[in-house]
């Protein structure tokens, strides 16, 4: 039958179910278990011994499968811990609750209730003695052997996705378990959480688009944040010394198995610590979760081994250009040269482009997608980075790191620049590149060179990509994997491929 035509017979037999005074959507239950629970208390337990068991357990969750034998029937009842059998017949439930049994569907909501038994193949069965409908379904389930296998539909439609893929609900919830973790290791070292504006007169504390809308009320534009850096380091003038948020960002960017216009990150900030004491931090964290979640520090990722075993590998953005094997340290050094040898890789650079800029271009596409094991690239040029402390020995460049894993920026940190001089003048460079076309260079923000003014201490800062992380700590090949509900294309739309689209990475 055809999806509509299984949606007109559902909708007649609700029809149907309602002349009877059949209650449709009740909400009068009390549901004392859940299946896992049941299942752990009695795995050891054999058919004898069950049998002595005189408690009652009550559950309710959706019918997952139904073999009915007449008079009887087992059904798979799942809920969000899992499933579990349930044996249902007439002479135990009772002749009304077994004729609504009988009138209803997989994908059905329903409540049951009753001893435990073994069948004789040993599985453990709820021996049903109360039986009721707590939520009819109108759309039939994805079909039984095939699943909800269309990636796009399980995107679009993630409520499906969750129930008939166990696999894909334990991402999820991992990926709870994580933030938990991220939480709890930050408050044992003082840090604050905080919440920032989403909102933001001006978008700043990264390079990336940002969204705008307008308020009424005060009438002027705001900007979704794309990053709480410049708010967080205010809270650093303020005497709050240790701080940190997690919550979503915003970019007018891109979709790509890397990239969703809504994502999450952690962003914290320290006074009187330097990017290299967050180099320490970062690999304590991420290696302390893996010890939990895995029991190890090897771990499988798309067919292959990551080994988080610390110290991670420490690679300045010049050595990393050199061990990829693309180009020569004559090159590297020649501004002329290198910007020759980017053009031949159709990297898309100008004339008037910065060697900065122009290294880290060849720099993202020879070296990034080889950076398999966790990595930190330091030294990044100043002029991709005006956020950031001058290195006090090379003013060319700046102490900060980016922490790479398989090929994904996870991280970005650096030591903060708190001179207002300095970052005022960087500020007016951001501003001279935007008014050449760089739609991405930061704005001038004077409130916040003002807060600088006032004093803010030597500190160092840092963004962690949550999504990307629990990609890695999932397993999973793609973030809309791991966010719930990620942004898709209109189906009235042009459609295109998702995940084929080359953007320029996020900058965290």
């Known amino acids: 039958m055809k999806e509509s035509e299984l949606f007109k017979t559902r909708r007649e037999k609700i029809e149907n179910l309602k002349a009877e005074g059949i209650e ?3 909400n009068n239950v009390e549901v004392k278990d859940k299946a896992r629970a049941i299942q752990t208390r009695f795995a050891d337990m054999d058919k004898d011994a069950l049998d002595k068991v005189q408690d009652r357990f009550s559950l309710a969750g959706r019918m997952m499968a139904v073999r009915d034998f007449g008079k009887g029937a087992f059904i798979s009842l799942q809920d969000r811990s899992g499933r579990i059998q349930v044996f249902i017949r007439k002479d135990r439930v009772g002749e009304k609750a077994f004729s609504l049994f009988k009138k209803l569907d997989v994908g059905d909501i329903v409540f049951a209730a009753g001893k435990v038994f073994r069948t004789r193949t040993g599985e453990l069965t709820i021996d049903a003695d109360e039986f009721r409908l707590l939520s009819k379904a109108m759309n039939p389930m994805p079909e039984k052997w095939h699943g909800l296998t269309d990636t796009e539909l399980r995107y679009r439609q993630r409520y499906l996705d969750l129930t008939v893929n166990p696999k894909v609900a334990d991402v ?17 070292r003082d840090f604050l959480e905080v919440e920032t504006p989403m909102m933001q007169p001006m978008a700043g504390g990264a390079a990336a688009r940002p969204f705008v809308t307008y308020h009424n009320a005060l009438g002027m534009d705001f900007y979704l944040r794309i990053a709480p850096e410049l708010y967080l380091k205010r809270l650093l003038v303020g005497g709050l010394e240790r701080v ?11 979709v790509s198995t890397q990239h969703n216009p809504e994502f999450t990150m952690m962003e914290f900030y320290q006074a009187y610590a330097t990017y290299e004491d967050l180099m320490l931090l970062t690999e304590e964290l991420i290696t302390q979760i893996c010890r939990e979640l895995f029991g190890s520090l090897k771990i499988p990722y798309q067919g292959r ?6 110290p991670w590998q420490r690679l300045t953005v010049r050595e990393s250009i050199l061990k990829s094997g693309g180009v020569d340290e004559d090159t590297l050094n020649d501004g002329k040269r290198l ?3 980017a053009r031949d890789l159709k990297l898309g650079v100008d004339d008037d482009d910065s060697p900065g800029k122009v290294i880290m271009a060849v720099f993202e596409e020879l070296v990034e997608s080889r950076l398999i094991q966790p990595t930190f690239i330091t030294s990044y040029p100043i002029e991709v980075s005006p956020l950031a402390r001058k290195n006090a020995s090379d003013p060319s460049i700046v102490d ?3 922490l790479f894993i398989d090929g994904k920026e996870i991280a970005n940190a650096f030591s903060e620049l708190n001179d207002p001089a300095d970052q005022r003048e960087r500020f007016m460079t951001q501003l001279r590149e935007r008014e050449a076309g760089d739609e991405e260079a930061h704005a001038m923000d004077d ?3 003002r807060a600088l003014e006032y004093g803010m201490p030597p500190a160092a ?3 962690i990509g949550i999504d990307r992380l629990v990609m890695i700590l999932t397993d999973s090949a793609s973030i809309r994997d791991v966010i719930l509900f990620p942004h898709m294309r209109s189906k009235t739309g042009k459609e295109q491929d998702p995940d084929g689209e080359k953007i320029e990475d996020e900058k965290l």
Do not use: A, H
Not at 244 to 254: A, C, K, P, Q, S
Not at 305 to 310: A, G, H, R, V, Y
């Open 24 to 26: 449709l959507y009740p």
């Open 172 to 188: 999820f919830v991992k990926r709870s378990r994580i933030i938990e973790m991220i939480r709890k290791f930050m408050q044992e």
């Open 244 to 254: 940190y948020e997690i919550n979503r960002n915003f970019r007018n960017e891109g």
């Open 305 to 310: 081994e990551l080994d988080f075993t610390p």
């Open 339 to 341: 910007l020759e040898f």
């Open 400 to 402: 900060r790191f980016e």
């Open 447 to 449: 409130d916040y060179i």
């Open 461 to 463: 800062g840092e963004g």
